[in-house]
């Protein structure tokens, strides 16, 4: 089955994980603007934490100047905290962190990983073991800007080749480098992503 793909029905929303502090390399922030608009031109909404600040801020104010529409959903504790995000088209908020990233996953048909800190790796690893375990299968895309996440993609290697994580697991998602590659990674799937329960044993 390698090499083939299914194409998955229309991605109407997508879910954007992303740090919620800028980081020191301006590939940061730039890309996570291009991802904005991309999502806006690509009229698919975006719907992430909901905060002002950081990547998560700039990605959501790039997308709404481009003309796009962006959900925030944000804990009533954050909302202040991280600034809830004025003039977004549709504000959720929720009583926890859990209720947020149930509701963030809900409402989106596939997941997007920018650079972040712990945050963005709970929800990572949350969105990636959900999908080991079957609860969905909707896509999963990290995007390596300036190779942010090799580090990441060699932790999980090195728990295969300690025999803690099946082989076939890290399928569960895609790396791309740059914005643009995002949105063909997320309509692609591996043809054998049904077969993933097969594979634990
Ligand atoms: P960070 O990657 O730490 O900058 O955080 C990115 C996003 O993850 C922000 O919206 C945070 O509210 C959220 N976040 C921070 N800590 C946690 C946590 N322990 N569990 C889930 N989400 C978190």
Redo the contacts with the bound molecule.
Sequence with gaps: MTGEITVQPPLRSICV?????KGNRPDYLEGAQSLGRLLAESRIRLVY?G?SI?L?GSMAGACLDAGGQVTGIIPHF?DRL?VGMEGLTEIEKTES?HER?QRMAELSDGFVVMP????????TFEILTWRQLQLHDKPIVLLNIAGYWDLFVHLLEHQVNEGFVKPAHLDLFQVVDTPEQVIPALARQPADRGDIRSKWT
């Design positions: 994980y992303c740090g919620s502090s934490g905060g950081g998560m954050l991280e962190m990233k972040g800190g712990l945050g963005t790796l709970d929800e």
